[in-house]
């Protein structure tokens, strides 16, 4: 199973990025999928979770109605739309599929001025 995250970067506060992971190795489409992030210092915290047709979305307090997951089961790709971007919000975010172990390498979103 290889699970690749990518989008991140260097943004200004209250500004929007865009995170994708692309997984690979088991059948996407039986799997929800969750984003969950690590600030320095911090544990792995959970982000948001997406049910296997997308039917349901769920959100930490902390980041709803500012992120946004969504996917796309052709692609085996899910997908993070984060808006309203604060300082607090840095971190490695990473993709899991539900309940497994399987994690990726991350991808490092920073929001600084």
């Known amino acids: 199973v290889q699970l690749v995250e990518s989008g991140g970067g260097l943004v200004q506060p209250g500004g929007s990025l865009r995170l994708s992971c692309l997984v690979s190795?088991?059948?996407?489409?039986?799997?929800?999928m969750s984003w969950f992030r690590q600030g320095p210092g911090n544990q792995r915290e959970w982000v948001a979770r997406?049910?296997?047709?997308?039917?349901?979305?769920y959100y930490a307090d902390s980041v709803k109605g500012r992120f946004t997951i969504s996917r796309d089961n052709r692609k085996n790709t899910v997908y993070l739309q984060m808006n309203s971007l604060k300082p607090e919000d840095t971190a490695v975010y990473y993709c899991n599929p539900y309940n497994t172990k399987y994690w990726g390498q991350g991808t490092q979103v920073t929001v600084s001025s």
């Open positions: 190795g088991l059948t996407f489409g039986s799997y929800a």
């Open positions: 997406i049910a296997n047709f997308g039917a349901s979305t």
